[in-house]
C-alpha cells in the first residue's frame, strides 16, 4: 500500500468516448502529478498541481483536462482520445513540488483505446 | 537541456552475482538525482536518492549509488541480487527549468536468472 490510489486498474474506450480516472492520495501531500509511461519511452511528466493550483502543463492535448478539487484527489478527465494515447497512466504525489522531493506513486491506469 | 541517459534496456544477471545498472546525466547545476524501481503491474517506489553530502548514498532493499561528479553518473549497485529484484529500474534527476520538472530515463530492465 502505497498511500496513493488509482481507479480503475484497466480501460479500455472507444475514440468518441469520455471517461475519468481517479486518483486519491492519503498521504497528506500538497503535490500531486499525472505522467504518462508508453512502452519503450521515458516517463512523461503531464501535470503537476499544488495545493489545487496547476503549476506544470507540459504541452499536453486538450483532449486530457485534469481536475483537482482538493488536495487528496485528482482527476483526469479523457475524451476523443487517439489508439496512440494507450498507455499506463500513473498519478504522484508528494509533500511539496520541489525538484529534492521524493514522488509517490500509485500503481496506475493501464487504458487502451481501440 | 536537462537529459538522464540510462544506456542498458535490459540487464540479466544470476542470482548472487553483483549488479550495476548504468545513469549518466545532462544539468548545468548541482543536481537532485533519484532511482526507483518498477515491478510489474506497479507503480514507481523510490530506493534511494542524493541531494547533498557523502556521494555514497544507501538505499532500500540492499541497493547503493554513487554520485560522480566528473562523470556526471549517479549508477546503482548491489552486492548479491535476489529474484525479486527483477524489476524495471528508472534513474531520475530533479531539476528547476522554467519550473519544476522531475526527468526520468527510459528505464533498465533487469531480469535474474537462477
Known amino acids: 500500500e502505497t498511500g496513493v490510489t488509482q481507479t480503475p486498474r484497466h480501460l479500455v474506450m472507444g475514440m468518441t468516448n469520455k471517461k475519468s480516472l481517479k486518483c486519491e492520495q492519503h498521504?497528506?501531500?500538497?503535490?500531486m502529478y499525472w505522467y504518462k509511461q508508453s512502452a519503450k519511452k521515458p516517463l512523461e511528466l503531464m501535470f503537476v498541481?499544488?495545493?489545487?493550483?496547476?503549476?506544470e502543463n507540459n504541452s499536453v492535448p486538450s483532449r486530457f483536462s485534469p481536475e483537482c478539487p482538493n488536495s487528496s484527489h485528482l482527476f483526469l478527465h479523457l475524451h476523443t482520445l487517439q489508439p496512440e494515447d494507450s498507455a499506463l497512466y500513473l498519478c504522484?504525489?508528494?509533500?511539496?513540488?520541489?525538484?529534492?522531493?521524493?514522488?509517490?506513486f500509485g500503481q496506475g491506469t493501464r487504458l487502451t483505446v481501440v | 537541456a536537462q537529459s538522464v541517459t540510462q544506456p542498458d534496456i535490459h540487464i540479466t544477471v544470476s542470482e548472487g552475482a553483483s549488479l550495476e545498472l548504468r545513469c549518466n546525466y545532462s544539468?548545468?547545476?548541482?543536481?537532485?538525482l533519484f532511482w526507483y524501481v518498477q515491478s510489474p503491474g506497479q507503480g514507481l517506489q523510490l530506493l534511494l536518492k542524493?541531494?547533498?553530502?557523502?556521494?555514497l548514498v544507501q538505499g532500500i532493499k540492499g541497493f547503493e549509488a554513487e554520485f560522480k561528479r566528473s562523470q556526471s553518473s549517479f549508477n546503482l549497485r548491489k552486492p548479491s541480487v535476489h529474484w525479486s529484484d527483477a524489476a524495471e529500474y528508472f534513474c531520475?534527476?530533479?531539476?528547476?527549468?522554467?519550473?519544476?520538472?522531475?526527468?526520468f530515463g527510459a528505464g533498465t530492465r533487469l531480469f535474474v536468472k537462477a
Open positions: 544539468y548545468g547545476a548541482t543536481p537532485y
Open positions: 498521504l497528506g501531500h500538497n503535490a
Open positions: 498541481y499544488s495545493l489545487e493550483e496547476r503549476v
Open positions: 504522484a504525489s508528494s509533500p511539496t513540488p520541489g525538484v529534492n522531493t521524493e514522488a509517490f
Open positions: 542524493y541531494f547533498s553530502g557523502d556521494t
Open positions: 531520475a534527476v530533479g531539476a528547476f527549468s522554467g519550473g519544476f520538472k522531475t526527468i
